[in-house]
């Protein structure tokens, strides 16, 4: 059984992450969506509401789990069994950035590598951060959300 690990801030997921998701489906038997978080760091969405996004815009996948995790990544690739940890490449930048963590990844886990999945979809410009300001704006995010998500449940007021 292949399974990756897809991290990320997820806050939230949007369907840019989600075209990735679907490429890695393609790769591996079984794809973890994994929420990092940083315990001080304040994020737009809570780790449990990101999930929770994240569980209705993949409800209808049966090979797909969600988890949050707080430590390394390398550590939450062994915890869950993941051989692989899936990143998605929009910019040169994200390629500058990705590949030295990859590399240190790989100095400190051998046996987990990274495979990067270029955003080439019609979706590749979208960030959470867009979302996030729509949302902050009372702008229409709906159509850069994956399309189990209905966001206005997640928030208040
Ligand atoms: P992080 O804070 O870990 O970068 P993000 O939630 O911003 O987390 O992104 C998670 C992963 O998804 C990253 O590898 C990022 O490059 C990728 N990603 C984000 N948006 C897109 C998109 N529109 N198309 C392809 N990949 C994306």
Not at 35 to 40: A, E, H, K, L, P
């Amino acid at each position: 059984m292949r399974t990756a690990l897809f991290p990320g801030s997820f806050d939230p997921f949007t369907i840019g992450h989600y075209e990735v998701l679907l490429s890695a489906l393609q790769l591996f038997d079984k794809v973890i969506v994994a929420v990092g978080y940083n315990s001080s760091k304040k994020g737009f969405f809570t780790p449990q509401t990101r999930s929770d996004i994240i569980k209705d815009a993949v409800a209808h996948l049966s090979n797909v789990e969600v988890c949050s995790y707080s430590g390394l990544t390398i550590d939450a690739c062994r915890e869950h069994g993941a051989s692989h940890i899936i990143r998605g490449l929009r910019t040169t930048a994200d390629f500058e950035m990705e590949s030295v963590i990859a590399q240190a990844n790989t100095k400190l886990a051998p046996e987990i590598s990274t495979v990067f999945i270029p955003a080439y979809g019609e979706y590749s410009f979208v960030s959470s951060t867009i979302v996030r300001d729509l949302l902050i704006h009372k702008g229409d995010a709906s159509q850069f959300l994956p399309k189990g998500v209905d966001i206005s449940k997640f928030i208040n007021g």
